[in-house]
């Protein structure tokens, strides 16, 4: 899947192994083979949008605490599935599921970040979490680090944004080398938890 056509090398998958040497310049056995690839490396190579949940703008926002956002999508899927990657970030905290089984182990994704600066992203192998015909994408969203409270004797409230919102980008390469894209669009439903 590596974009060729631009000699961007985003998607690209390779195989290394490493071995070291001693201060005797002896070199150790070769590691078994690691399979790696690079992820999305440009701002082109997302075909998904950041989605939020309709929601009233909070000018004045309330100390109590608010109802998680829940985001879905179904989609439908061939039975010749090759691989599937789940590029997945938000403006606050994600937790994902596909057909209802949780992606990945992390708590608190994506994890502190900056996000005047730049936004964090993970990358799954999402691949044994489809099954041939229909199919489902699920997230909640929290505000953690950029619509909650930072700091000390209160924080301040909203450090980066007041709407959380969901980057999700599913990429499935099917047998023949076809790529079905089911990314964070208008499409998705969204409600509260």
């Known amino acids: 899947m590596t974009d060729t056509v631009r000699g961007n ?3 690209e998958v390779c195989e290394v192994r490493v071995r070291v040497r001693g201060t ?3 070199a150790g056995d070769w590691s078994p083979p690691l399979r790696i690839e690079t992820g999305l490396l440009t701002p082109t190579d997302w075909t998904a949008r950041a989605i939020a949940p309709h929601e ?3 000018p004045e926002r309330s100390d109590a605490d608010r109802r998680p956002p829940l985001l879905r999508r179904e989609f439908t899927v061939a ?3 090759e691989r599937a990657r789940l590029y997945v970030t938000a403006h606050g905290l994600y937790e994902i599921e596909i057909n209802g089984r949780r992606v990945g182990d992390h ?3 994506p ?3 900056s996000y005047h600066h730049r936004l964090r992203y993970q990358t799954h192998d999402v691949t044994d979490h489809l099954r041939a015909g229909a199919n489902a994408i699920g997230a909640w969203l929290a505000d953690g680090w950029y619509g909650g409270r930072l700091g000390f004797g209160g924080g301040h409230a909203d450090p980066f944004g007041d ?3 969901l980057l999700a980008q599913l990429e499935i390469v ?3 080398g076809t790529v079905t894209v089911v990314g964070t669009d208008t499409s998705w439903r969204a409600g509260q938890g």
Request: hydrophobic share 40%; net charge positive.
């Open 24 to 26: 005797d310049q002896a």
């Open 174 to 176: 099917h047998r023949d």
């Open 9 to 11: 090398p985003a998607r």
């Open 163 to 165: 709407r959380v919102a």
């Open 79 to 81: 039975a010749d599935v």
């Open 111 to 113: 994890g502190w970040t």
């Open 107 to 109: 708590a608190l994704a």
């Open 56 to 58: 009233p703008h909070r």
